[in-house]
Every structure is written in C-alpha cells, then in structure tokens.
C-alpha cells in the first residue's frame, strides 16, 4: 500500500535558500501611498408615467413586461433607463416596476444613488415593504458599459402614476476584485495560470494562444493576482504556506514571504486596485491576513484577523472598502444550521459583520411553516442548509454578489438497481446547482439578499412571505420539457423555490463566476460537470435552454481578456487550457438590456417537492436560443508529461466528475459525483438521509486505506465493493470498467490528502496522546484511529472478515430532523411514502431489512441500530458536526459526550490536551 499526502514543508527547506528571498525583518521601508483618484460625477434624470391599468399587465406571465410605461429622459447623459411593470397575485393593490439603467459610460460608476419622487413604496431591500423613499436610495455602483437593477412599487390607481427619478454616482476606474486561480494581465497581453498538482505558474501570449513561459514554484500554488501597475504577479501556495511575488517581465520569484502570520493552508488572494495592499486567508487557520505594499513594490506582513472556520473564496469591493470572505461549509446541528459570509473593513483592518444564510428547517424558523400547515412545533423540521460556498464573486462594480454553491436536500440518497422504477423514488439525485446572492452596495448594508421573485406565485399568503423570508438564489434543477408543447419547458418538481431564476438545464456545483464585459453576462463554471452556466447579470435569467460543454475535466477558473472578446479556463485535471470565443457578448450595448425567460405558474394534480407553493412552473422557450453565444474554439497545452500516475489522474477525475455526457459509466445526473458530498476529498458539513438511515458524511482526508470496513454502521468491507455497489446503484451510471473501478478506488484509498492541522502547543499534545493511549485507543485503533477492523492483507486496507468492532454508546435516534417532514412525506404516493418512513432515524440493518426489500439494493450485513463503528480521528478537529448524525455542534461536547458515555472518568483539564492531540492529527 501507497499513501500519498501533500507536502506541507518537504519542499520548504530547500526552498527557502532560492535567490531573490528576502526575510520579513529587512524590510525597512514605509508603506506605499493611496493614489487612488476618482473622477466627475454623472447625474441623469428621467420621468415615469405608469399605467397601472394597462392591458399588458392582464397576463398570467410572471416576467416583467413591457408597454406599461413610458420613460422621458429629462437632464443628463451617458444614461439611459428601460422600465418594466408587472402586477403581484400576494399585492393586488400594487404594481411593482423594474428599472434598469444602462451606464454609457466605459468607467464603473460607483457611489450610485437613486432619489424619488412621486408615491412609490421602496423595495430594494425589503421587497414586502410599505416604505416610501426616504431621500436618496443607495444602489451601490454599475459597471462599466453595464446595467443597474433597481425597483418600486406603486399603488393601483384609474389614473397615470407620475414619477421622478434621479440617478447619480462618480465615475471610478477601480473596480472591485475576486480571488482567482487563472487571470488576463490589465494590459491583455499575458494568461497567467496555475496547476497545483505540477507546482507550476503557466504564461500564455494572448495574441498566438501559445504557452511562452512557466514558472517553477513548489507548494502546490493555489490563487494568483496582479499588481496595480502591472508588473508583479503575486502568488499564495497552500502547501508551503507563502506568498511569493513574481517580476512580470523576466518571470523570475523577488519576494517570497513565509510567516506565521500568513495562516495555514492559504489559498486565496486579493489586491487592492490601488495596489496597497494584499489579503491572503488560511484554511485551516480560519485567519485573513493583510499585507501592505512598500514603497520598493515589496510586500511586508501587517495584520491578522480570525473570521472563523473554512474561509475560501474573497472578493474586494470596488472602492477598497470592504473584503467579502465565503466560508465553505455550515455550522451547527441539522436543526439549528446556518452558512455565512464574513465581511471585514480593510482600513482599519477588522471584521465588521457576518451575512448569515438561517436554514428554513431550523428549529427556530420553522415557525413559519409550522403556521403555514397548522402544524404543532417541531413537528416540520429538515435539512435544507447551503453549503460549499466556494466564494464571493462581484462584478467589477460589486453591486451583487454571486456566491456558487449547493443545498443539502432533505429527499434520500436512494440506491436502486440498475432498471428498477419506483414511483416517487429519483436515484442520482443529490443537490442541483446554486448561486445564492449577496447584497454588496457598501460595507454597512451588506446583507442576505432577499427574494423579490416570490410574490410572482399565486398561491403563497403575504404572512408567510414576510415570516419565512426566503434568500434569493437561482437554483438548476433537472429540467422535464412538456411532450406536445414544444414552446415550453417545465422546471422539475424538485425546484424548492420555482421562480423566473430556475435554471433552464441541471448542472452540477459550481466552484467559480466571471462576468463578460459590461458584467451584462455571469458565467458559473461548474467544477463536476465541465460546463459553464450562463445567466443575464441583471435579471439573473438563464440565457440559453443548454449550457457551454467543456473539454477539459474539473474546470477551477476562467478568465476574459480586457476586450471581452476571448476567455481561458483553467483545470485541476487537465494538463491544457481551454480558448473560448466571447466575441458575441462583448459589445455591451448591443445585447438586450434585461433578458428574461417568459413563464407562468400552473396548478397541477401532480406534486412537488417546493415549500413555496404548490402549483408548477412553465417556462415558455420557445424564443430562447437552444446554446449560449459561447464556444470553446482551442485548447493550449501547458504539459506534455503529467505529475501523477495515469491511474492516480484517472481516479481522481471519476471522484470529481458528474458529466453523464462524457461519464455515462459513471453517473446518469449533473448532480451526482463522489466529490458532491465528499468536496476535496472531505466532507460537505451535513447529514443526508441514506438507505442505510440518517447519516453525518464522512471525510476521506488521508485516504481510507487503512480504515477497514467502511460507513458508520461498518456495512461495506473495503473501498472496492464500496464503489461497485454506489457507482450503479446511487449515482445511477450504467457502470465503469474495471480499470476504471480500481482507478477509482484506489485514489479514495490512498490518494486524497490530509489537511495540515492546525498550530498546536506541543507539550499539551504530547500530555493529551499519552490520556487517549489509556482511555480511547480501545476503541480507535490503528494507523486510522478506527474501529474497522483493518485486514493487513487486503490491498485496498478493507476489512477483516469477522466484521468491524461496533460500540452503543447512546446515539441512535427515532429521527435526526434531515428528512422532510412526515407531513409531506405521507402524501407521497407509495412505496415513496413508505420508504421516507423507513429511512428515517435508526433501524437494523440486514436480510429483515424492509428498505432493501422494496428498494433491491445490495444486502448489507446484518447491523443493529444502536451500534455504530468507531471513527477515523484523522482531521477530526476539521469536521463540522459530530456522531453518526451530525447530533452534536463542536469537538468539546463530543468528546465530553463520549467521556460521560463510556465512564473515562477524564477531568476537564484532561479533555483539554485530548483535545488538542485530536487537533494534531
């Protein structure tokens, strides 16, 4: 058996006595100035006449439509306004207008505010308020040749409503910046890419798409920026835990920083765009650390804030302000869960607030659909939380954001044999395809964007409404077109908030957001299917019934060139960049200013799984183009020879992939891919109700080699009959070769590394082994710190044949509060109903076992529902919930948990430094 792991310092040592390194104590020089300038202020004024009457609001059509006002530009230039209106079904009283104003100008303007005059009600913020306009409104800024989205609404009334609006903002040549790990230089000259596998820096000559340059740097580069006057590339590697400034020009490394300070398992960077200063955040640290530029264009470490766990991707607003940092997974227990994004002011350097996303199916929330139904309390609890929040993507002027990301769904992992049809049971259905939005107009508002597109259904009560508050997102879904009605599309039952937003075709997670030129377009890459999702910007539509297919596996970051006529992307499983034409999307002012897919709502006697409204979406496509005006047109080699073993990359790019296209062996959904709830090979901070019960996914860090039998209840022997049984039965596909297989299983084995654990004081690490030598190491045994049973003569380190050791200690449970309420489930037709109530909890497991006699899946061994294997404990301390089912929130309470179960008899003091040996692993 082979394990590898990421060398965190292997490569430092000889690293660090390259040329051109230069230690944080020699830098003697003063900070580099603010230069920032900005520019004129633009004013323009336009007025209204709505008719809240008119014939074109007589329409089942939920899009805003056009005809119902007529705008007057009265002062100003370098703007122009579109209006549109449509009537609410839960606000017969009101019409609600969208404007959408066109910046002429090429600079961003930035500062934007909207004043109003006339009786309107403002709903930017709250799209259920009553609120007049209270002085001017601030919209936050409008990109470059881009278009600001604003809205109100206005009281029904027999005669015309006048209306007054002024807009003004300043003109900027900042513009906000995201953390990335390809980019376009300023001067549209140079791609430069990252491949971390190979540790390497790739340079690519925009005008021959030929490699020109690459870059040795160890430490498995993770993020890349560029300086303010384009000179310097500056990088952070996770491994090694540095940053390292490049010299543009000769390519050659004159600064790399390694601190302390920076964090552990850094992997993102932003500049400011006056070039000041640099943030960099760690992983594993949960740190953001600034850097401040000097006046020799050196870099020197300032200051360090923690922001809490699993900081990803940032983005800086276009002003400087303000630093917005995504953190990957949830915290909490399935019943009181939330996802967060923290957002810090970057002078004076200090976290300012958190944006919180609340999960609907939390305790505490779900009083709103406990009203709803007529429900008695706690009876409508379930799993719905964001998760894997990958980062905060702004258009250059940040107005936006864009966060990808996925659901935890409270349906079933269901596993069914090949050709087996059950009414009501969907396998390879996972979580479709996010993005949840930001609310990014300044430091201070910074907020949950709330979803204004819930008014459009018929059937949902304005109480509930304001109670549950639903966030506004765009969900992607398998798509079900209508036999016999070609001009439609019906969005799939699944959808949990069916709005104008829903996703045309299904996609799987995505992982990254550009925006074309103008940000008229936003292009979500998805990171398992190879595919690039493209919306309108501004309405946050799709644009196109199908997405842009990809050549290249697990595409990590795309890039545009400053014309916004080509774009590169970048893979972690390619050895090639991809070339793409954007030439039709890059003159702004020639697409339509506000594109929209026309639908209505629809009763039906079929169900759905949405906990807005009952009644179905149909999307009317008949007019929408079939592909995006995007296509791949090249690819640039970067590599000829790969740094991993065929096998290795093969294995690796089956965990990650959800291409049915180009994987049907693998999986029959975009959704559905090893890497969907094991994300870099860890875990997805969530628990799913399996065939098997409520289950906490597991992490793979470090491989699962030596952890002999598999799953919490030890039900599967070794890794190699693991995904014999998933690859057909869960994740649906028609079934891998056996070189594919083992590839498959051997990377999970030994293949996908641990984490770098985070700083820990020795002596209490050493106090804390020799307290869990006595008092836990009956239980988590060997190389895995499991119970699993390892048979050293297995090649995959499965399991003995007599079985895992299993412990009750306490934890079974009637219902983990995951699955969706009896409530609705009961209403399923059966076997569906039946099997919802089967799953749920904790049952025996075996040959009696009434789930895998309707569903057929493969026999587990005979298990009891009180007893549960022992755990691996490698990178325990970066799990975010506890037990087989995710009951417990935090490390302390589980190993106090386990302390007062078992009777260890430890004293606080000594699950202290347990506690601190568990961080070292």
């Given at each position: 058996?082979?394990?590898?792991?990421?060398g965190?310092?292997?490569?430092?040592?000889?690293?660090?006595?390259?040329?051109?390194?230069?230690?944080?104590?020699?830098?003697?020089?003063?900070?580099?100035?603010?230069?920032?300038?900005?520019r004129?202020?633009?004013?323009?004024?336009?007025?209204?006449?709505?008719d809240?009457?008119?014939?074109?609001?007589?329409?089942?059509?939920?899009?805003?439509?056009?005809?119902?006002?007529?705008?007057?530009?009265?002062?100003?230039?370098?703007?122009?306004?579109?209006?549109?209106?449509?009537?609410?079904?839960?606000?017969p009283?009101?019409?609600w207008?969208?404007?959408?104003?066109?910046?002429?100008?090429k600079?961003?303007?930035?500062?934007?505010?909207?004043?109003?005059?006339?009786?309107?009600?403002?709903?930017?913020?709250?799209?259920?308020?009553?609120?007049?306009f209270?002085?001017?409104?601030?919209?936050?800024?409008?990109?470059?040749?881009?278009?600001?989205?604003a809205?109100?609404?206005?009281?029904?009334?027999?005669?015309?409503?006048?209306?007054?609006?002024?807009?003004?903002?300043?003109?900027?040549?900042?513009?906000?910046?995201?953390?990335?790990?390809?980019?376009?230089?300023?001067?549209g000259?140079?791609?430069?890419?990252?491949?971390?596998?190979?540790?390497k820096?790739?340079?690519?000559?925009?005008?021959?798409?030929?490699k020109?340059?690459?870059?040795?740097?160890?430490?498995?580069?993770?993020?890349?920026?560029?300086?303010?006057?384009?000179?310097?590339?500056?990088?952070v590697?996770s491994?090694?835990?540095?940053?390292?400034?490049?010299?543009?020009?000769?390519?050659s490394i004159v600064?790399?920083?390694?601190?302390?300070?920076?964090g552990?398992?850094?992997?993102?960077?932003?500049?400011?765009?006056?070039?000041?200063?640099?943030?960099v955040?760690?992983?594993v640290?949960?740190?953001?650390?600034?850097?401040?530029?000097l006046?020799?264009?050196?870099?020197?470490?300032?200051?360090q804030i923690?922001?809490?766990?699993?900081?990803?991707?940032?983005?800086?607003?276009?002003?400087?302000?303000?630093?917005?940092?995504?953190?990957?997974?949830?915290?909490?227990r399935?019943?009181?869960?939330?996802?967060?994004?923290?957002?810090?002011?970057?002078?004076?350097?200090?976290?300012?607030?958190?944006?919180?996303?609340?999960d609907?199916?939390?305790?505490?929330?779900?009083?709103?659909?406990?009203?709803?139904?007529?429900?008695?309390?706690?009876?409508?609890?379930?799993?719905?939380?964001?998760?894997?929040?990958?980062?905060?993507?702004?258009?250059?002027a940040?107005?936006?954001?864009?966060?990808?990301?996925?659901?935890?769904?409270?349906?079933?992992?269901?596993?069914?044999p090949?050709?087996?049809?059950?009414?009501?049971?969907?396998?390879?259905?996972?979580?479709?395809?996010?993005?949840?939005?930001?609310?990014?107009?300044?430091?201070?508002?910074?907020?949950v964007?709330?979803?204004p597109l819930?008014?459009?259904?018929?059937?949902?009560?304005?109480?509930?409404?304001?109670?549950?508050?639903?966030?506004?997102?765009?969900?992607?879904?398998?798509?079900?077109?209508?036999?016999?009605?070609?001009?439609?599309?019906?969005?799939s039952?699944?959808?949990?908030?069916?709005?104008?937003?829903?996703?045309?075709?299904?996609?799987?997670?995505?992982?990254?957001?550009?925006?074309?030129?103008?940000?008229?377009?936003?292009?979500?890459?998805?990171?398992?299917?190879?595919?690039?999702q493209?919306?309108?910007?501004?309405?946050?539509?799709?644009?196109?019934?199908?997405?842009?297919?990809?050549?290249?596996?697990?595409?990590?970051?795309?890039?545009?060139?400053?014309?916004?006529?080509?774009a590169?992307?970048?893979?972690?499983?390619?050895?090639?960049?991809?070339?793409?034409?954007?030439s039709?999307?890059?003159?702004?002012?020639?697409?339509?200013?506000?594109?929209?897919?026309?639908?209505e709502?629809?009763?039906?006697?079929?169900?759905?799984?949405?906990?807005?409204?009952?009644?179905?979406i149909?999307?009317?496509?008949?007019?929408?183009?079939?592909?995006?005006?995007?296509?791949?047109?090249?690819?640039?080699?970067?590599?000829?020879?790969?740094p991993?073993?065929?096998?290795?990359?093969?294995?690796?790019v089956?965990?990650?992939?959800?291409?049915?296209?180009?994987?049907?062996?693998?999986?029959r959904?975009?959704?559905?891919?090893?890497?969907?709830?094991?994300?870099?090979?860890?875990?997805?901070?969530?628990?799913?109700?399996?065939?098997?019960?409520?289950?906490?996914?597991?992490?793979?860090?470090?491989?699962?080699?030596?952890?002999?039998w598999?799953h919490?209840?030890?039900?599967?022997?070794?890794?190699?009959?693991?995904?014999?049984?998933?690859?057909?039965?869960?994740?649906?596909?028609?079934?891998?070769?056996?070189?594919?297989?083992?590839?498959?299983?051997?990377?999970?084995?030994?293949?996908?590394?641990?984490?770098?654990?985070?700083?820990?004081?020795?002596q209490?690490?050493?106090?804390?082994?020799?307290?869990?030598?006595?008092?836990?190491?009956?239980?988590?045994?060997?190389?895995?710190?499991?119970?699993?049973?390892?048979?050293?003569?297995?090649?995959?380190?499965?399991?003995?044949?007599a079985?895992?050791?299993?412990?009750d200690?306490g934890?079974?449970?009637?219902?983990?509060?995951?699955?969706?309420p009896?409530?609705?489930?009961?209403?399923l037709?059966?076997?569906?109903?039946?099997?919802?109530?089967?799953?749920?909890?904790?049952?025996?497991?075996?040959?009696?076992?009434p789930?895998?006699?309707?569903?057929?899946?493969?026999?587990?061994?005979?298990?009891?529902?009180?007893?549960?294997r022992?755990p691996?404990?490698?990178?325990?301390?970066d799990?975010?919930?506890?037990?087989?089912?995710?009951?417990?929130?935090?490390?302390?309470?589980?190993?106090?948990?386990?302390?007062?179960?078992?009777?260890?008899?430890l004293t606080?003091?000594?699950?202290?430094?347990?506690?601190?040996?568990?961080?070292?692993?």
């Amino acid at each position: 058996m082979r394990k590898i792991f990421k060398g965190h310092h292997l490569l430092l040592a000889s690293y660090l006595v390259a040329p051109g390194i230069l230690a944080p104590s020699t830098y003697a020089q003063t900070p580099q100035a603010n230069v920032q300038v900005p520019r004129a202020v633009n004013e323009s004024t336009f007025e209204l006449k709505v008719d809240t009457n008119s014939e074109v609001l007589k329409t089942t059509r939920r899009e805003p439509q056009d005809g119902a006002i007529v705008v007057t530009k009265v002062s100003g230039n370098s703007m122009s306004l579109v209006a549109k209106a449509k009537t609410l079904p839960s606000r017969p009283d009101r019409i609600w207008v969208d404007l959408y104003l066109v910046n002429e100008n090429k600079l961003s303007l930035l500062d934007l505010t909207m004043e109003v005059e006339g009786n309107t009600q403002n709903v930017n913020v709250d799209p259920f308020s009553d609120k007049a306009f209270e002085g001017p409104h601030a919209l936050g800024g409008v990109s470059g040749l881009g278009v600001a989205h604003a809205s109100f609404t206005v009281p029904v009334s027999a005669d015309l409503a006048t209306i007054r609006v002024t807009f003004s903002g300043t003109l900027h040549e900042t513009s906000s910046s995201n953390s990335t790990p390809i980019l376009v230089t300023k001067d549209g000259k140079d791609v430069w890419s990252l491949m971390a596998d190979a540790h390497k820096l790739f340079v690519v000559d925009t005008a021959t798409d030929l490699k020109t340059a690459e870059v040795n740097l160890p430490g498995s580069p993770a993020s890349l920026a560029e300086s303010a006057d384009g000179k310097h590339i500056y990088v952070v590697s996770s491994d090694t835990n540095q940053f390292t400034v490049i010299d543009r020009a000769s390519r050659s490394i004159v600064q790399t920083i390694v601190d302390p300070r920076l964090g552990r398992d850094i992997r993102n960077i932003v500049v400011s765009s006056d070039g000041r200063y640099a943030f960099v955040n760690g992983y594993v640290s949960d740190t953001v650390t600034r850097l401040v530029r000097l006046t020799s264009g050196l870099f020197a470490v300032d200051k360090q804030i923690s922001v809490g766990r699993r900081p990803v991707g940032m983005s800086l607003s276009a002003d400087g302000k303000t630093l917005y940092v995504a953190h990957f997974l949830p915290r909490g227990r399935p019943d009181d869960n939330e996802t967060w994004v923290s957002v810090v002011a970057t002078d004076p350097f200090a976290m300012h607030h958190e944006v919180i996303w609340r999960d609907l199916g939390n305790r505490k929330e779900a009083k709103c659909l406990e009203d709803k139904y007529s429900q008695p309390e706690g009876s409508v609890l379930f799993e719905g939380t964001a998760t894997q929040l990958s980062g905060v993507f702004l258009p250059p002027a940040g107005d936006l954001g864009w966060i990808p990301g996925l659901r935890v769904g409270p349906t079933a992992l269901w596993e069914v044999p090949a050709g087996k049809v059950l009414p009501g049971i969907a396998p390879s259905t996972f979580s479709p395809g996010f993005a949840f939005f930001l609310d990014a107009r300044s430091l201070e508002s910074a907020a949950v964007k709330y979803h204004p597109l819930v008014l459009d259904t018929p059937d949902a009560k304005l109480d509930f409404l304001r109670c549950a508050k639903f966030d506004y997102d765009a969900e992607s879904p398998s798509g079900k077109f209508n036999a016999g009605r070609a001009e439609e599309s019906l969005a799939s039952d699944g959808a949990a908030i069916p709005t104008g937003t829903t996703g045309l075709t299904e996609t799987g997670v995505s992982r990254f957001v550009a925006f074309t030129k103008g940000a008229r377009r936003a292009l979500l890459l998805s990171y398992t299917s190879d595919e690039i999702q493209v919306f309108d910007a501004v309405t946050q539509h799709p644009v196109a019934k199908t997405n842009v297919q990809l050549s290249g596996s697990n595409p990590i970051g795309l890039a545009i060139t400053p014309d916004g006529k080509k774009a590169y992307v970048a893979y972690e499983n390619s050895l090639f960049t991809s070339v793409l034409d954007l030439s039709e999307v890059s003159e702004p002012l020639k697409l339509p200013v506000a594109t929209f897919v026309p639908f209505e709502y629809r009763q039906s006697a079929r169900p759905n799984n949405s906990i807005l409204t009952s009644s179905r979406i149909a999307r009317f496509t008949k007019d929408v183009p079939e592909n995006a005006p995007i296509r791949e047109v090249g690819r640039i080699t970067l590599l000829t020879r790969d740094p991993l073993e065929e096998s290795v990359r093969r294995g690796k790019v089956l965990f990650n992939s959800s291409n049915p296209g180009k994987y049907p062996g693998l999986s029959r959904s975009k959704q559905a891919a090893c890497a969907v709830c094991h994300p870099g090979g860890g875990h997805d901070g969530a628990v799913w109700a399996t065939v098997e019960g409520e289950r906490r996914t597991m992490s793979l860090h470090g491989g699962v080699g030596e952890r002999g039998w598999l799953h919490q209840s030890g039900t599967h022997r070794d890794i190699g009959e693991f995904v014999r049984t998933v690859v057909p039965e869960r994740l649906g596909g028609t079934g891998l070769s056996e070189p594919d297989y083992n590839s498959l299983a051997n990377y999970i084995a030994f293949h996908i590394p641990k984490l770098q654990a985070p700083a820990t004081d020795p002596q209490r690490v050493k106090r804390g082994a020799e307290i869990f030598a006595k008092s836990c190491a009956g239980c988590h045994q060997g190389a895995a710190l499991s119970s699993g049973s390892m048979d050293p003569s297995d090649p995959l380190g499965g399991g003995l044949a007599a079985g895992p050791k299993l412990f009750d200690i306490g934890t079974s449970s009637e219902s983990s509060n995951v699955l969706l309420p009896e409530f609705f489930t009961s209403k399923l037709p059966p076997p569906a109903s039946t099997l919802y109530a089967t799953v749920r909890g904790d049952r025996d497991l075996g040959a009696a076992d009434p789930a895998q006699q309707l569903l057929g899946f493969r026999p587990r061994p005979d298990r009891s529902r009180e007893e549960f294997r022992a755990p691996t404990l490698i990178n325990v301390w970066d799990h975010s919930i506890f037990l087989h089912d995710g009951k417990l929130a935090n490390l302390r309470e589980t190993v106090q948990y386990i302390n007062n179960a078992v009777g260890a008899g430890l004293t606080e003091e000594e699950i202290d430094d347990v506690l601190e040996y568990l961080r070292s692993l």
